[in-house]
């Protein structure tokens, strides 16, 4: 057959053996739009056999011989028969069927046969069993649909869901540019179903397409997925039809979301309201859930409505709901009587939005809330929530900060402005603003704005600062306050409070303690849709995870943030999440790789003033050319990062060693840099920073001082927590030991150092511990690292889900976790055990140890 579908190569092969066997009979079973009429069509079209063919109709039923009529008209236009007689109606088909397959071969189509006519099924029955060897009968049934021929037992062939690689092919294929969320969810919601996948893209909006709309929930149904799934719905009696509509409405306890939204779209507004006002009246025990459905009732603007469900919004934004927030936001608005409380509530939600992504949402519900023409604030909440879109998405660092700035001007901190959410979230945006501008003025404005709106104690927003721009000088210890204070917090505290703690915690090197609650962030906010609190937390864990050593971690982390700010628009994102890929691609050595993301990288943030990313991009090209040998391009990358030598800001805090090696590896004096790290207060910002001071410190001495700086520097408490600074230390030190002939002890350095490169990946820095052990006359011994080959094809996705699988989870819990479709988990994990060499998951555990030990070694 020359046929082609998207996934149904093992259906057209079987269908092609029947057919070039010459005699026989196949049922096709699946689900509505599996595809069976599909292939019937390609049968059709690839046979050379004449083709009789009856398509069944719900409306045909009750007209006797209709199918059978339908099938044999081309062979004879004479009536068949009446009802009165069906065996001489039986008769006359089969002698119709044995002329025609005496003139040639013949290939009889009957689709739908649970729709047949009684009569015609009888004949069909009649005529198959009796058919010549040259013709060949195909037919098709949904699942679990009684038809004439279950009696007849002939073979049957399952059309099942479409596996999620070609379920993705075929969305490709006939929908392409879908934005990658839309992707994701039309996926989800078809699970495997052809049609579901054609017709559901098919109904999107240009804007839906894009990620500029939200996609409707439960989704529209096109005419022909409608009359699909709702079959049989028109038959039922109005109560049953209310309790079916309940059920879609609040909580739908089994079947697909389709026949959720068939429900729902059979019901007319009407019908819906009411059905939300009975949902309501049992729900007097939880509010919020409470509130939606009387906004959902509500056919006129009701300002106490809109009051109580803009705080529903407000304590789902705090529960990890962001998403459901903006949506509740958006019909608060639409509740509210009066165009400035409108104003405000909509624009709540495009400031809320700029978190949940995609920033589209956003900028088209700021220029909704302009369309209204009232702002009470004089544009400044306008300026703030335009602003924090511009920084995160465009990455205008210097309009955001000024728009941001200026709104906070306006603002009274003593008003009722002062209180608002809209003063937080701009405040925070400065944050943001100022962190990746880099530059002091806009440190020191964000100084004032903070003693201006938190003048009292230590705030998270304030502990951030602290933590980002001198860690050493506060009258108050910042890493111990960072420490205690998220020791303090609850399990459910809110992200908008705890992300920035989070974030002054990586930048004192305090995360690793809490990484269980950053986790706990993703994973909420993920279900919930806060998708900037989801990159970040993956930022932060991947970051902390690279600094630890757990490079294979830290490279899964940073490239699933990576994945989601470039599918919801996150640019800023996008970039700093890239240079820390483009750190470990330096550490491993893999320059070309570092060449590619930083050259990137530097064309979109160079001009636009991002001075942090920019940072990142040369502190990666630094440690590139390091583990080369480069020292003056290390030298010249390492100087740009830190313009002004090691100091308390970002990166510069973490670049002492960096600078200090470079500089002596190029004949430069090396010996002011490690005072003004220690003038900046560098070594008290946390224990790794202190291990970098200290190993700085010893390369830059004289031989006569060097020796002891070395052992001071690596017998500082938790220098083991920090492998590849500590590894490089060891190199450094077990390099000047072989040089003072010390070559025993040199020995010893440099096995430590060469175990701890070689289990990280770092190949250069490896290879040069494996250099000078071969220098101090160990050569054999020093072994060569191997290459991983077990597990080296798993794509990123294969390795989420793997792991995720070897702790237990079911695929159901693991789609849930991913927003994918047990399905394509199970997709994923078909391929990922052939790939490992296992054919369980209780051995995906071992499996994935050894694939990260091949790996690191």
């Not at 309790?243 to 979301?257: C, E, K, M, V």
């Not at 906070?408 to 003063?423: H, K």
């Not at 930048?507 to 269980?516: I, M, Y």
């Not at 690596?714 to 070559?743: K, N, V």
Request: hydrophobic residues 45%; aromatic residues 6%; glycine residues 8%.
């Amino acid at each position: 057959m020359t046929a082609h579908l998207i996934g149904r190569e093992a259906e057209l092969r079987r269908i092609r053996t029947l057919l070039d066997a010459g005699h026989g009979a196949l049922l096709l079973r699946g689900g509505p739009g599996a595809g069976k009429t599909a292939l019937l069509d390609a049968a059709a079209r690839a046979t050379r056999r004449t083709v009789l063919r009856a398509d069944a109709v719900g409306f045909e039923q009750d007209i006797p011989f209709a199918a059978v009529h339908q099938l044999v008209y081309p062979l004879s236009r004479d009536p068949i028969g009446t009802a009165r007689d069906p065996l001489a109606v039986a008769t006359r088909v089969l002698a119709l069927l044995d002329e025609a397959a005496a003139r040639g071969p013949l290939l009889l189509i009957v689709d739908d046969v649970p729709r047949v006519d009684a009569g015609s099924a009888a004949v069909l029955g009649f005529a198959v069993r009796r058919l010549r060897h040259d013709v060949v009968v195909l037919a098709s049934a949904r699942t679990g649909a009684a038809s004439c021929f279950d009696e007849l037992r002939i073979p049957v062939l399952d059309v099942p869901p479409l596996p999620a690689a070609e379920a993705g092919a075929l969305l490709d294929a006939r929908r392409p540019g879908l934005a990658p969320a839309v992707h994701e969810r039309i996926m989800r919601e078809a699970d495997g179903n052809p049609l579901a996948l054609l017709e559901l893209a098919t109904a999107l909006t240009d804007r839906q397409v894009v990620g500029a709309d939200p996609m409707p929930d439960p989704p529209h149904l096109s005419p022909r997925l409608f009359q699909v799934y709702s079959e049989g719905l028109h038959d039922l009696a109005p109560d049953a039809r209310d309790r079916l509509l309940d059920a879609a409405l609040d909580t739908w306890p089994s079947g697909s979301p389709l026949e959720r939204a068939a429900v729902v779209q059979l019901a007319t507004p009407a019908e819906r309201r009411a059905a939300h006002r009975r949902i309501a009246e049992t729900l007097t025990g939880d509010p919020s859930r409470r509130v939606w459905h009387l906004a959902e009732a509500a056919d006129a603007p009701d300002e106490s409505l809109a009051v109580d469900l803009q705080r529903a919004a407000r304590a789902a934004q705090r529960n990890g709901s962001a998403a459901a927030a903006v949506t509740a936001l958006v019909r608060a608005s639409e509740l509210s009587p009066e165009p400035a409380d409108r104003f405000r509530r909509l624009m709540e939600a495009a400031s809320l939005a700029s978190v949940t992504g995609p920033l589209e949402r956003a900028t088209q519900l700021l220029e909704e809330a302009r369309r209204g023409g009232a702002d009470p604030d004089g544009s400044a909440f306008t300026a703030a929530a335009v602003a924090i879109g511009l920084i995160h998405g465009d990455g205008d660092i210097d309009t955001g900060q000024r728009m941001l700035a200026d709104a906070l001007d306006r603002a009274d901190p003593d008003g009722p402005d002062g209180a608002g959410d809209w003063v937080g979230d701009a405040l925070h945006g400065l944050l943001i603003a100022c962190e990746y501008g880099a530059r002091p003025e806009l440190w020191q404005l964000l100084d004032r704005a903070v003693h201006r709106f938190q003048p009292e104690g230590i705030t998270p927003l304030r502990l951030c600062f602290d933590a980002l721009t001198d860690p050493a000088s506060p009258p108050y210890p910042v890493r111990e306050a960072v420490i205690r204070i998220i020791d303090e917090l609850s399990r459910d505290v809110g992200s908008w409070y705890f992300a920035p703690l989070a974030y002054a915690a990586l930048r004192v090197d305090a995360l690793s303690g809490f990484r269980h609650a950053v986790e706990r962030m993703v994973e909420r906010e993920r279900g919930g849709g806060g998708y900037t609190f989801v990159i970040s937390g993956l930022l932060l864990l991947g970051v902390d995870a690279s600094y630890h050593g757990r490079w294979a971690e830290a490279e899964r982390s940073l490239s699933e943030g990576l994945d989601l700010a470039v599918a919801h628009g996150y640019r800023l994102f996008e970039v700093q999440l890239r240079s820390h890929l483009a750190f470990l691609a330096a550490a491993r050595g893999d320059v070309e790789r570092c060449r590619v993301l930083t050259d990137g990288i530097s064309a979109w943030a160079a001009p636009r003033g991002v001075g942090l990313t920019q940072a990142f991009v040369r502190r990666a090209r630094a440690v590139a050319a390091l583990g080369q040998g480069d020292f003056e391009e290390a030298y010249v990358q390492a100087s740009l990062a830190a313009p002004d030598g090691p100091s308390a800001g970002i990166p510069a805090r973490w670049m002492v060693m960096d600078l200090v090696e470079a500089a002596v590896r190029t004949g430069r004096p090396a010996e002011q840099y490690v005072a003004a790290a220690r003038r900046s207060g560098i070594p008290r910002i946390s224990p790794r920073t202190a291990l970098l001071t200290a190993g700085a410190a010893a390369l830059a001495a004289p031989d006569e001082e060097a020796d002891t700086l070395f052992r001071a520097a690596l017998a500082l408490p938790e220098a083991d927590r920090w492998p590849f600074d500590q590894a490089r230390i060891q190199l450094a030190y077990g390099e000047w030991l072989r040089r003072t002939r010390s070559t025993g002890r040199a020995r010893l350095q440099l096995r430590a150092a060469l175990d701890t490169l070689d289990r990280l990946g770092a190949t250069p820095w490896a290879q040069r511990a494996r250099n000078e052990l071969r220098a101090t006359g160990v050569g054999g011994a020093a072994r060569v690292p191997r290459q991983s080959t077990a597990g080296a094809a798993l794509t990123f996705q294969e390795r989420q889900i793997a792991s995720l699988a070897a702790t237990g989870l079911t695929n159901k819990q693991i789609g849930e976790k991913l927003f994918l479709s047990h399905r394509t988990v199970g997709a994923h994990l078909h391929r990922v055990f052939p790939k490992l060499g296992i054919t369980s998951r209780a051995a995906l555990h071992d499996a994935l140890q050894a694939v990260d030990a091949a790996t690191a070694s």
